[in-house]
């Protein structure tokens, strides 16, 4: 299954956390109920930074953040996406 096909999944099952403020939240409250945090190939540095130094599994979307907020189905860039475990 790609990045793609996850996000979707995941979307259609409520499984997501959309945006930078959000999912760092998520992360700091409950970084072991995740599965996964993507990120967009152009999200800021400092974005990258705070959440690779998170301890949890990371993978660079190979697309920018309006590439990311499409697939989501919404009319804005989104940097960070956390998927929630099941």
Do not use: Q, W
């Not at 990371?58 to 953040?65: A, C, L, N, T």
């Amino acid at each position: 299954m790609n990045i793609e096909e996850i996000i979707k999944k995941a979307i259609k099952e409520n499984r997501v956390v959309l945006g930078y403020r959000r999912s760092l939240k998520y992360i700091r409250n409950k970084a072991t109920a995740l599965e996964l945090v993507i990120l967009a190939k152009n999200a800021p540095e400092n974005i990258k930074k705070v959440i690779l130094n998170s301890n949890v599994k990371v993978v660079i979307f190979d697309g920018s953040s309006k590439d990311l907020g499409t697939i989501c189905g919404r009319p804005h860039p989104i940097t960070t996406i956390v998927i929630k475990g099941s």
